[in-house]
């Protein structure tokens, strides 16, 4: 009985340790093919301002855009801005998958939000030993005076 015992709980534990292993994979996998359709959105995204750029560079051929001395004039060349939109694409991939992580963390901490956490709170001393705090009753008082010990 306590061989088989033995026998199921190793196989629980081998078990649960291929379950682990299985949904280390399947999160890889799902965050792999997440980065991969970001990543397709932000070079369609590229694709289709390097076309309006092309388009609007056509259009504007020898016509001066703006003026040199106006105070409020683009102060960052287009190479610097097609850097910066490329941070911001990449740090709300980060955040998406923060984000998701976090969700997936919220669900296991609800699973196991039943157990108990901390230290156990002691038993307070009356309960403990109830003969040392009670008040001695009359019995007790009256032959505790014929057998008090003489000192």
Same mark, same amino acid.
């Given at each position: 009985m306590v061989k088989s015992k033995a026998e /199921?709980?190793?196989? #629980?534990?081998?078990?649960?340790?291929?379950?682990?292993?299985?949904?280390?994979?399947?999160?890889?996998?799902? #965050?792999?093919?997440?980065?991969?359709?970001?990543?397709?959105?932000?070079?369609?995204?590229?694709?289709? /301002?390097? #076309?309006?750029?092309e388009k609007l560079s056509k259009d504007l051929t020898n016509l001066l855009i703006f003026d040199a001395n106006d105070p409020n004039r683009p102060r960052f060349t287009l190479r610097e801005l097609q850097k910066v939109l490329r941070e911001k694409n990449e740090l709300t991939i980060k955040l998406d998958q923060t984000q998701d992580e976090l969700e997936q963390l919220k669900n296991q901490d609800n699973l196991n939000c039943g157990e108990v956490q901390g230290p156990i709170n002691r038993e307070p001393e009356e309960k403990l030993d109830p003969a040392s705090k009670q008040p001695q009753s009359g019995i007790r008082r009256f032959f505790s005076k014929f057998f008090r010990k003489n000192v």
């Open positions: /199921i709980e190793c196989n #629980l534990t081998e078990k649960e340790h291929q379950l682990n292993l299985i949904k280390e994979k399947l999160k890889i996998k799902n #965050l792999t093919e997440i980065i991969e359709k970001k990543d397709q959105k932000q070079e369609e995204a590229e694709r289709e /301002i390097t #076309l309006s750029q």
